[in-house]
């Protein structure tokens, strides 16, 4: 017997820029979105039925539409609106929508923000899903690409060694990462602008902190340090590729080299990635 298994479809890289103009100045809110719904869209794909099938161009006119009622506040709440609007179809069973945050911040002007004049930050990706169902809203948030650098304070050592090992240990390194950290809220129904800020002040300041034995520590240490300052977190998912600086051999122009001067390489890298979560009591 041959059978259709699970399957999903929607709209991908939705990009959707809204100005919000205001006494004050503008606001620039520059998202990527993306929706997927499930259900019963069986007939579409085995008897190329149609007539349950939300077209993906209805679901990105409804991400335009949206931003100008929903987006006045978090992306967690407006990517909730947009995912409760599609389960009104009764064929959809579930609809997950994703939302990344470019931020944009006004230039400043002598010490003044300028009120329609904006500049790309480079701080990382703000991301937010919210998955619906008509029972129960999941709400997971967190950061991309958030690169960061400990100068000192990191170490590897203790390693297994073979024929094939030429890595040195070591006590002290300059160690790089992209944080990609995502995290579970316990509830739907948060100040979720807030409570991103939190995490993620929580999230770097821990980072530059604590004293890393490794990066598998470093997420460990990360990880549990935010589910024991914030309540609201459930579970995190971290992912850190290492980003090697490696030490450049200054000998041969008759120079020591202390730890100053650094060839930076993108690959191949580590990739060292763990989730943390609270566990039964």
């Known amino acids: 017997m041959i059978e259709l ?17 205001g006494a004050d100045g ?12 499930e259900g019963g869209f069986e007939a579409a ?6 007539s349950m099938v ?18 006045d506040g978090s992306i967690e709440d407006y990517g909730r609106a947009l995912a409760e609007h599609f389960l009104e179809a009764p064929q959809v069973d579930v609809a997950t ?14 010490g003044t923000p300028a009120r329609d004049a904006f500049v790309r930050g480079g701080e990382g990706t703000r991301v937010a899903t919210v998955a619906a169902t008509r029972g129960a809203t999941s709400v997971e948030a967190g950061v991309e690409d958030l690169v ?6 990191s170490a590897f050592s203790g390693f297994p060694r073979d024929r094939y090992t030429t890595l040195l240990e070591t006590d002290d390194r300059l160690m ?7 995290w579970r809220y316990g509830s739907p129904d948060l100040d979720f602008d807030e409570t991103f800020a939190a995490v993620r002040t929580s999230l770097l300041e821990v980072f530059a902190d604590h004293d890393s034995p490794s990066v598998q ?25 290492n980003l090697h600086h490696w030490l450049v051999d200054l000998a041969p122009f008759g120079l020591t080299n202390d730890r100053e001067i650094y060839v930076a390489t993108t690959e191949p890298h580590g990739l060292i990635e763990a989730t943390v979560r609270r566990g039964e009591a």
């Open 217 to 241: 520590t470093s997420i460990w240490i990360m990880a549990r340090a935010i589910l024991e300052r914030h309540d609201e977190v459930e579970a995190i998912r971290m992912v850190l590729p």
């Open 148 to 153: 960061v650098m400990k100068t000192t304070r």
């Open 97 to 110: 929508v994703n939302i990344r945050a470019h931020h944009w911040s006004a230039i400043d002007v002598a």
């Open 54 to 71: 939300i077209a993906t161009d209805t679901m990105k006119n409804t991400a335009y539409a949206f931003a100008k009622e929903h987006l």
């Open 5 to 21: 298994g699970a399957n999903r479809y929607g709209k991908a890289a939705i990009r959707l820029v809204r100005v919000a103009r």
């Open 26 to 37: 503008d606001r620039v809110r520059d998202l990527t979105v993306a929706i997927a719904l």
């Open 45 to 50: 794909h085995t008897d190329g039925d149609n």
């Open 176 to 182: 790089a990462t992209k944080i990609t950290a995502i």
